[in-house]
């Protein structure tokens, strides 16, 4: 089995040469696929929430927590798809890998999620 000759690192910068180790490339496809995963437990919690949870003091809460575990999974799926790509641009570009605030956004807003939730189970 032949080697994949050198490219060098200015060439690769300019031409976005596709001859990179593929372990990059699928590594980057797997976290793609986590993204999705992450999107679709969100939107099945929400649907959960709304659709099973009947104990909660107040229906309002229950909303409240299914829209925003709803809302959250939309903007995760709506974001992989243009991060996978940057990173894998980057990746093919030899180039620093691009910084995401989603990862702040998932934080904040399921750690949102969690304190509402014990607030409503408290409260029932």
Same mark, same amino acid.
């Given at each position: 089995?032949?080697?994949?000759?050198?490219?060098?690192?200015?060439?690769?910068?300019?031409?976005?040469?596709?001859?990179?180790?593929? %372990?990059? +490339? *699928? /590594?980057?496809?797997?976290?793609? =696929? &986590?993204?999705?995963?992450? #999107?679709? $437990?969100?939107?099945?919690?929400?649907?959960?929430?709304?659709?099973?949870?009947?104990?909660?003091?107040?229906?309002?809460? %229950?909303? +409240? *927590? /299914?829209?925003?575990?709803?809302? =959250? &999974?939309?903007?995760?799926? #709506?974001? $992989?798809?243009?991060?996978?790509?940057?990173?894998?641009?980057?990746?093919?570009?030899?180039?620093?890998?691009?910084?995401?605030?989603?990862? *702040?956004?998932?934080?904040?807003?399921?750690? &949102?999620?969690?304190?509402?939730?014990?607030?409503?189970?408290?409260?029932?």
């Amino acid at each position: 089995m032949d080697a994949l000759p050198e490219t060098p690192p200015e060439r690769v910068a300019e031409t976005g040469d596709p001859r990179v180790d593929y %372990r990059f +490339t *699928l /590594a980057a496809e797997r976290t793609f =696929l &986590a993204w999705i995963r992450t #999107a679709l $437990a969100l939107l099945a919690g929400g649907v959960a929430v709304h659709e099973l949870v009947r104990t909660f003091a107040t229906p309002a809460i %229950r909303t +409240t *927590l /299914a829209t925003v575990a709803i809302g =959250l &999974a939309t903007v995760v799926a #709506a974001a $992989a798809y243009p991060r996978w790509r940057a990173v894998d641009d980057a990746i093919r570009r030899d180039r620093p890998l691009p910084v995401s605030k989603l990862m *702040l956004v998932l934080a904040v807003a399921i750690t &949102a999620i969690c304190l509402l939730t014990g607030i409503a189970m408290a409260t029932a």
